[in-house]
């Protein structure tokens, strides 16, 4: 699979463009794992790894680009920001899900695990992001 090295994208952050296939996925988990273990925040580390599944899951599906960036930021030291930017200008849509349905729930779980989570408008596509905060405040 072909895509650029990570690499520190400010204070402190890891960028990576990945190709928009499924394999990609666990690339993005891998990073976001990494990300937290560096900063001492494992325990952040599986819902991180959920949170991170879901935005580049989506981003798969309905990107309208052959990659998306995946960017693992840190603004402050108790919490994390996961960003996942694509070309696609279509913001996320919740829909119910029925009961059958294998999928149309990664927005719940994203709302569920995350403390914020939101959309960038960007001149030329989008970010969906997702906030990560240490549970003792920290």
């Known amino acids: 699979m072909a895509m650029t090295a990570s690499r520190p994208t400010g204070h402190p952050g890891y960028s990576e463009t990945l190709l ?74 919740h829909r119910p899900p029925g009961n059958e349905d294998d999928s149309g729930r990664g927005l719940v779980l994203l709302a569920g695990l995350t403390a914020a989570w939101g959309t960038d408008r960007l001149p030329w596509g989008k970010r969906v992001w997702g906030e990560l905060h240490r549970k003792d405040g920290r």
């Open 20 to 93: 928009r296939r499924p394999e990609s996925v666990a690339v993005a988990r891998r990073l976001v794992r990494c990300a937290l273990t560096a900063w001492g925040l494992e325990e952040l580390a599986d819902d991180g790894a959920l949170v991170v599944s879901e935005l580049v899951t989506n981003a798969v599906q309905h990107a309208r680009s052959e990659v998306i960036r995946l960017v693992v930021s840190r603004p402050g030291p108790g919490t994390v920001r996961i960003g996942v930017v694509d070309k696609s200008k279509a913001p996320p849509r």
